[in-house]
């Protein structure tokens, strides 16, 4: 082989391999044509500091509008002086910023259906949509400002009154009280929609008794070592444990990026357990960071029962049996869980804290 | 009694009044044996085939005066005339010249002889000269060649591995003289570990294999490897685009009478130490101020080593070794920092890397007695190592430097996920030609198997340490196997091989029964009907996903001990036919049903309750399933224009709970191979190969759906995920899979005295996007951020690729 004849072989082997990384390889819209069904979050709570509510949406095709924009949520004010916020401020001649969060909701959100529950007495209770409520927004200033042009003293409190929207169906008379072992049937009915009904029987409320630490009742938990909690039995059920550390304005609490302890892995227990058979909870080990003072925290510890659908539904949950990982959202064949004539789910918790402290 | 005496008396005369010849037929040049060459006596039908030793025996001549001939593809006819005498037996090494095939003679009886010899259904023998010519991904490729025959398919172009007639890749045997390799691929499937410069010989099974195998479902692959030039030292070197090779092998020195052969050849991929060499910037920098050179993180190698040494003419012992490993390794540390004010000084440092080496090592030794010219026994001892070790760490150390003072503060946090097989067997294997019309082999087999798959979590801090193992496998499991099956010519046109094979699996009480028939019957010279039947349990599984389109490495288990054997049935029916112009056909049927296998459970949901026992690893759906199909071949394996066309039409359905039936993600019903090599001049080759298939299966997204998550802390909230609604499992299909690849080989170059050869391929010279997966995105508003549709992109296989390689010789 000549020099030519390399040079020549050198070029079509370059030319080849360029056009070897073209191809077409475009984007293209998906359609689907899927006959819709409801979707439905049904929640019954004997827990007191959670109301009882529906949630209602309806399956979308994949060329439909999916999420909507509905507005804006103020989070508070950036200062550029600050070091955390001055990322925002370079090569811009301002004091600071606001921080928006952009609010979407569900474009298939169902707000006309008629849902009632219907106890074991025979009692309807009438679930509302309600788009908003209202709560006041408490924004603290604790550096001077200047606001397009306002100056804001330090030590101002703003209160912003928000409308929170939940898009839910809540109890519009204000009587559901939903007792313990009791049947609770679910009715929708949404025009275009086939009708969805709904059953459940509530689960008992659960005592937690006690609490013990290296052998004694404990009413300040110390990190890092195991402890037993123990709970009234009852006549059977499922219940979740979990456990948190509160921080309060957990933003403004500077120490809180350096607490650890406590934590524990939510686990399911049994509440017909004879006696008073302690689980013992096992926390996270953390180290020690040498630099910290001995500090105390708020520390709850929840047991949440299940009834079944609820059990049946987070806990269980679906057994994915197909996966794949280019796919932006995990996927589902659909669920039914407690309803038929629809996907979701219908179920009942029931709850009892603990409150401690947590000490290290 | 007397009966007894008289038939035992005339039995023994009998034999006395014939003879027979044995031996070896080798390569002239080589000294390497002869597979498949036609031994004959002229003028009468006596006469034998040599195995893949290159040894024949032909018995019950009639003593006499006879000329032998030795006959094979590619060599000069080989004359010897022998005078036997009464009860004589005659040891002969035959050595066949390489010649230029110039008559049709050779053609008809090297080629024929594969086709009167062959009793099983579903096997192909193919020599190095096929696995070279056919065109392949950047160099030739045993299981790439493979996948060019019917009923055996493939996922995807980045993938070696073999889905043989519904069966997965676990269900194969694949073996390397012998030595069972699990995981036999580098680069994540891409490539087998195969070296194609040093096979002798690929001997592959679809199905309906007989009772000396064991263990496996689905298809049976021996690779032979060459044995090592007795005359001189030899040698090649190979370079392609992504790997250089060597080989070189030579006689081993005689010592009082002992004689041999040794082989040894090695493979390693090259881009990592081209970019050392390189030396270019990374773009970090040390601490103190120094480049920080690029590094490419990967590369594979293997090597082989055989060596036979004969220590007479009846004893020989074999050594083989192969170790080959791929290796990810980067480790990426961040430069020192250093902060202070007017107490302290503090001075981080950050590193965290991965190592991740993944290969097989085997070592075997067999030996060979010929205990008499019909009687000839192999002992063979093995281990055999797959492993798998995923190590990703992190290491962070802060100093804290005071006036009076220092602490330090560290953490070191490494991930591994390990998957260990370790595969030691002993194996002996007795073929006794009991008669012309009887050869019996039978035997046993010890296995033991350990295996052990875990995940690891080590985490050490300045004041505490802790180990975590959420997922810890092992077991034991030992297999004892015996077999016994005897090739029966019942007349002139009637062949059957009937066998039995028996294992006992240690973890399960009872004991396996394989019963396996096969029967061959000639219509005619030409025409031949074959049908098989048998049982086939298995005893070990992967745990990979099954929706894996790539996959990377397989995670295997033994069965549990609560689980039963999987086990196969194969029905296999077909007709064959050679023609005059020494052309094969075949059409095959095939009936295969699947019971007790395993299907990895994905994303169990159920992370509150059980312990590391109940991970998903070692959560399987009972699995069983079904493969039906048609297989067409149309073969020429000799001439100028060589190569064979090939139709499959198959459908495989799985059953598990959840999906029910439905085709597994590797099913394509139709495919059609063709495979043509043409020797367009004496040192020019043109090679050409052609796919056309189904797609591969896949579940369609209908639509969205809200499923919910919880969060059940102090306070309660759920909140939506936004999830595809999915249709029934694999109801859709890909688009279909189209692939032409051309090659050209050109020969006879020479420089400074080495004679190189040269060849160039075209991967995909169409250009055709045959898909891969998908994947996928929603389409967003700019202005509002509304979720509109989503969309889908598919991710292609190969595109247009063009490579090259030369190979020396010396």
Not at chain 2, 5 to 24: C, D, K, P, R, V
Not at chain 2, 349 to 358: E, Q
Request: aromatic share 14%; glycine share 8%.
């Amino acid at each position: 082989m000549n020099f030519n004849s390399f040079l020549k072989t050198i070029f079509f082997s370059g030319i080849l391999t360029f056009f070897s990384c073209l191809g077409e390889n475009s984007w293209e819209d998906l359609e689907s044509d899927y006959d819709h069904v409801l979707n439905v979050f049904g929640l019954v709570s004997l827990d007191s500091l959670q109301p009882s509510y529906v949630g209602l949406y309806s399956t979308t095709d994949l060329d439909e509008i999916s999420r909507i924009f509905v507005g804006v949520d103020t989070l508070g004010w950036c200062d550029c002086d600050d070091d955390e916020c001055g990322w925002g401020c370079e090569d811009k001649e301002i004091d600071g910023y606001w921080i928006l969060d952009s609010l979407f909701e569900p474009a298939a959100l169902i707000k006309n259906a008629s849902v009632i529950i219907t106890d074991d007495n025979g009692n309807n209770y009438d679930f509302s949509y309600v788009e908003n409520i209202a709560f006041v927004d408490t924004i603290y200033f604790d550096t001077t400002v200047v606001i397009y042009g306002t100056t804001i003293d330090w030590d101002t409190t703003i209160f912003d009154t928000n409308n929170l929207r939940i898009n839910l169906y809540i109890d519009s008379s204000g009587t559901f009280n939903p007792k313990p072992m009791t049947t609770y049937n679910l009715n929708i009915n949404a025009p275009g929609y086939d009708l969805v009904t709904g059953s459940l029987t509530t689960p008992n409320s659960p005592s937690i008794d006690s609490l013990t630490q290296l052998g004694i009742n404990a009413d300040t938990v110390i990190i890092n070592e195991p402890f037993n909690i123990y709970w009234d039995p009852l006549r059977g059920g499922k219940a979740l444990v979990t456990g948190e550390v509160l921080f309060g304005n957990w933003w403004d609490d500077s120490l809180a990026n350096d607490w650890c302890g406590g934590y524990f892995d939510p686990f399911v227990v049994d509440l017909s357990d004879n006696g008073l058979t302690p689980y013992t909870i096992y926390p996270w080990i953390c180290s020690e960071n040498l630099n910290q003072e001995v500090e105390t925290r708020d520390y709850i510890i929840r047991i949440t029962a299940m009834d079944e659908n609820y059990y049946d539904y987070f806990v269980i949950g679906e057994s994915g049996e197909y996966s794949n990982a280019l796919l932006n959202y995990p996927t589902t064949k659909g669920r039914s869980v407690g309803i038929q004539g629809g996907f979701g789910f219908f179920g009942s918790i029931a709850s009892d804290r603990l409150l401690l402290k947590i000490a290290r | 009694m007397h009966y007894l005496i008289f038939f035992i008396f005339g039995f023994l005369f009998s034999q006395s009044m014939t003879a027979s010849i044995n031996g070896f037929v080798r390569d002239d040049a080589s000294g390497e044996p002869i597979s498949y060459a036609n031994v004959f006596l002229s003028n009468s039908s006596i006469g034998a085939a040599t195995n893949s030793d290159g040894y024949f025996v032909i018995s019950e001549i009639p003593f006499g005066f006879y000329e032998l001939n030795a006959t094979m593809i590619g060599y000069a006819v080989f004359k010897k005339k022998v005078d036997l005498s009464l009860g004589e037996s005659i040891r002969l090494e035959i050595r066949l010249k390489e010649e230029v095939i110039k008559g049709t003679e050779v053609l008809v009886t090297a080629e024929r002889q594969k086709f009167e010899r062959s009793m099983e259904s579903s096997q192909i023998a193919l020599d190095l000269r096929e696995i070279n010519s056919a065109p392949a991904f950047v160099e030739p490729d045993v299981f790439r060649t493979l996948q060019m025959l019917p009923g055996v398919q493939t996922t995807s172009d980045f993938s070696s591995a073999l889905y043989v007639r519904g069966s997965t890749p676990d269900q194969n045997l694949i073996m390397l003289d012998g030595i069972a390799v699990y995981n036999p691929y580098h680069l994540g499937g891409i490539f087998s570990t195969f070296n194609t410069d040093a096979i002798k010989e690929a001997d592959f099974h679809a199905g309906g294999f007989p009772a000396r195998y064991g263990g496996r479902m689905g298809a049976i692959l021996n690779v032979i490897n060459r044995e090592g030039n007795t005359e001189k030292i030899t040698g090649s070197a190979n370079l392609s685009l992504i790997s250089s090779k060597a080989l070189i092998e030579g006689p081993l020195p005689k010592w009082k009478g002992m004689k041999g052969s040794w082989m040894i050849s090695g493979r390693r991929t090259y881009i990592d130490k081209v970019v050392d060499a390189l030396a270019l910037p990374s773009g970090s920098k040390n601490s103190d101020g120094s480049d920080i050179p690029l590094r490419f993180p990967y590369y594979f190698y293997d090597y082989q080593i055989k060596a036979n040494l004969d220590i007479d003419q009846d004893h020989r012992l074999t050594f083989t070794r192969f170790y080959g490993d791929d290796v990810l390794d980067f480790s990426y540390e961040d430069p020192s920092e250093t902060v202070s004010n007017e107490n302290v000084t503090i001075q981080q440092d950050s590193k965290f890397g991965l190592d991740w080496p993944w290969g097989n090592q085997t070592n075997g030794l067999t030996w060979r007695w010929i205990v008499s010219p019909k009687m000839i026994t192999k002992t063979f001892l093995s281990n055999s190592r797959y492993r798998f070790d995923f190590d990703l760490f992190f290491q962070n150390r802060d100093l804290y430097t005071y006036s009076d003072s220092t602490v330090i503060n560290f953490i070191n946090f490494n991930w591994n996920i390990y998957d260990i097989i370790k595969d030691r067997t002993l194996e002996t294997e007795v073929q006794y030609k009991y008669s012309n019309d009887h050869e019996i082999t039978g035997g046993f087999q010890i296995k033991k198997i350990r295996f052990d798959l875990g995940i690891q979590y080590d985490l050490e801090t300045q004041d505490t340490s802790f180990t975590w193992n959420p997922l810890s496998l092992n077991n034991n499991t030992q297999e004892i196997s015996f077999f016994l099956q005897d090739r029966w010519e019942v007349s002139k046109r009637l062949k059957i091989r009937s066998g039995l094979r028996l294992t006992d699996y240690n973890l399960h009480k009872k004991i396996y029964a394989d019963p396996r028939i096969g029967m061959k019957y000639h219509i005619s010279d030409d025409i031949a009907l074959k049908a098989n039947w048998g049982l086939y349990h298995q005893f070990l599984t992967t745990a990979n996903n099954q929706d894996e389109n790539l996959r990377l490495v397989e995670l295997w288990l033994g069965i549990p001990k609560e689980k039963p054997a999987s086990v196969s049935e194969h029905v296999i029916g077909g007709i064959e036919y050679m023609s005059p112009r020494n052309i094969f056909y075949r059409i095959e049927l095939y009936q295969k049903t699947f019971e007790n296998l395993l299907t990895l459970k994905q994303d169990n949901a159920n992370e509150y309750e059980g312990t590391s026992q109940d991970s998903t690893m070692n959560e399987f759906w009972d699995t069983r399933g079904n493969s039906n199909g048609i297989e067409l071949l149309v073969k020429k394996s000799s001439g100028k224009f060589n190569g064979w066309i090939g139709y499959t039409f198959s459908e495989t359905k799985y059953y598990t709970e959840p999906s029910g039936w439905h085709n597994p993600n590797f099913d394509r019903t139709h495919t059609i191979n063709i495979v043509g090599n043409y020797d367009l001049t004496s040192d020019l080759e043109l090679s050409a190969a052609l796919t056309q298939s189904s797609g591969n299966p896949y579940t369609k997204i209908l639509g969205r759906v809200y499923d919910w998550e919880q969060s059940l802390y102090n306070d309660s909230y759920w909140y939506p995920i936004d999830s595809y609604l999915v249709g029934a499992k694999n109801t859709e299909r890909y688009d279909d899979y189209f692939r032409i690849d051309i090659g050209m080989t050109r020969k006879g170059g020479n420089l400074f005295g080495l004679e190189y050869d040269t060849y160039w391929q075209i991967m995909n010279l169409t250009r055709h996007i045959n898909i891969l997966s998908y994947r996928y995105r929603t389409k967003t508003d700019p202005l509002t951020g509304n979720q509109l549709g989503v969309q889908r992109q598919p991710i292609p296989m190969f595109p247009l690729i063009f490579t090259f390689g030369v190979k020396f010789e010396f």
